[in-house]
């Protein structure tokens, strides 16, 4: 089972938008409606920050959004700040072994 | 609010067994499922296996040879074993709340583990 695919990299400068993508396949992300993401700040513990496609667990800024189309799930931040500078990872349940699998991450930069 | 909490040792040699215990405070272990992901130096999260609270479990297809995770209730703790190590095991591992198999909702700070003679 192959990671998912995300882009190494995106950026944006503050107020902005910004998509991040994570691709897989019928699956796992095209398959089911369970893609998470989570931020991580260097040297912490990742934190979930979308779960189930769209749903923002409590505490979560709605700054902060989730969809899915066919294999490709997207994360996208809008009104970009300065704390949003993080890796952010995208996981999707595999339902053929029962596990998880995570995108290889992406690094966030706020311009 | 429940906090987690990796223990063990930071160092293991190869072709050793690596133990690990989480143990879980402000929230009893048997309400929710549990799961272990690590993290290598510099690269992104790999999710290693998951426990129900009833006991049963789910691990990653590439390590489910080598994994075993048990939980004591009593201590309120779960462990990771991972047995044959080699270098590529050398990680940040993380322990998680799972309310479901498919996201970790609270996490432990981590604990790194190195591989080595």
């Known amino acids: 089972q192959s990671a998912l695919t995300q882009p190494p990299s995106a950026s944006g400068s503050p107020g902005q938008s910004v998509t991040i993508s994570c691709t897989g396949t019928?699956?796992?992300?095209?398959?089911?409606?369970?893609v998470s993401w989570y931020q991580q700040h260097p040297g912490k513990a990742p934190k979930l920050m979308i779960y189930?496609?769209?749903k923002r667990p409590s505490g979560v800024p709605d700054r902060f959004s989730g969809s899915k189309s066919g294999n490709t799930a997207s994360l996208t931040v809008s009104g970009l700040q300065a704390e949003d500078e993080a890796d952010y990872y995208c996981?999707?349940?595999?339902?053929?072994?029962?596990?998880?699998?995570f995108g290889g991450g992406t690094k966030l930069t706020v311009l | 609010q429940v906090q987690l909490q990796e223990s063990g040792p930071g160092l293991v040699k190869p072709s050793e067994t690596l133990s690990l215990t989480c143990t879980v405070s402000?929230?009893?272990?048997?309400?929710?499922?549990w799961s272990w992901i690590r993290q290598p130096p510099g690269k992104g999260l790999e999710w290693i296996a998951y426990?129900?609270?009833?006991?049963?479990?789910n691990y990653n297809p590439s390590l489910k040879s080598r994994v075993t995770i048990s939980v004591d209730t009593s201590k309120n703790q779960f462990s990771l074993k991972l047995s044959s190590v080699t270098a590529a095991d050398t990680a940040v591992y993380y322990c998680?709340?799972?309310?479901?198999?498919?996201?970790?909702?609270?996490w432990g700070q981590g604990t790194t583990v190195t591989v080595s003679s």
């Open positions: 998680a709340r799972s309310v479901t198999i498919t996201f970790m909702d609270v």
């Open positions: 402000g929230g009893s272990i048997s309400s929710y499922s």
């Open positions: 426990m129900y609270y009833s006991g049963s479990t």
């Open positions: 019928s699956s796992d992300v095209g398959g089911y409606n369970y």
């Open positions: 189930e496609v769209s």
């Open positions: 996981s999707s349940y595999v339902g053929s072994n029962n596990f998880v699998v």
